[in-house]
């Protein structure tokens, strides 16, 4: 059972910066897609970036392309989520999960496993 483990949340004013990190505890990320959602309080889940693990392919949406940056280093079994230019709305707990296969997807439905969430917090 793979298990994922987010750190890095916390607070932030507008305009600010924060890096996740999302680390397995024992098997390798190697061969797995990795996504990053997030949910705040009364939306439903938003899949915000993805990364493949067959050719790094990655997907942002629209409410954070250009300001956030998602990677992995497989040597560390982490995949990082560098959110620059923090606004109020990104307020939320931030989730990751992996997938088997490869290839990401933007639906948290085709995800097999998640970690416990980070909570993000923008002040304006």
């Known amino acids: 059972q793979l298990q994922l483990v987010e750190s890095g949340g916390g607070l932030a004013q507008s305009g600010g910066s924060l890096t996740l990190s999302c680390a397995t505890l024992?098997?390798?990320?190697?061969?797995?897609?990795v996504g990053w959602f997030r949910q705040a309080p009364g939306k439903e889940r938003e899949g915000i970036s993805c990364?493949?693990?067959?050719?790094?392919?990655?997907y942002y949406s629209d409410s954070v392309k250009g300001r956030f940056t998602i990677s992995r280093d497989n040597a560390k079994n982490t995949v990082y989520l560098r959110m620059s230019n923090l606004k109020p709305e990104d307020t939320a707990v931030y989730y990751c999960?992996?997938?088997?296969?490869?290839?990401?997807?933007?639906?948290?439905?085709?995800?097999?496993?998640w970690g416990q969430g980070t909570q993000v917090t923008v002040s304006s």
């Open positions: 024992q098997y390798t990320l190697d061969y797995y897609a």
């Open positions: 990364i493949s693990s067959t050719d790094d392919s990655t």
């Open positions: 999960a992996a997938r088997d296969g490869g290839y990401y997807s933007t639906a948290s439905s085709q995800y097999d496993y």
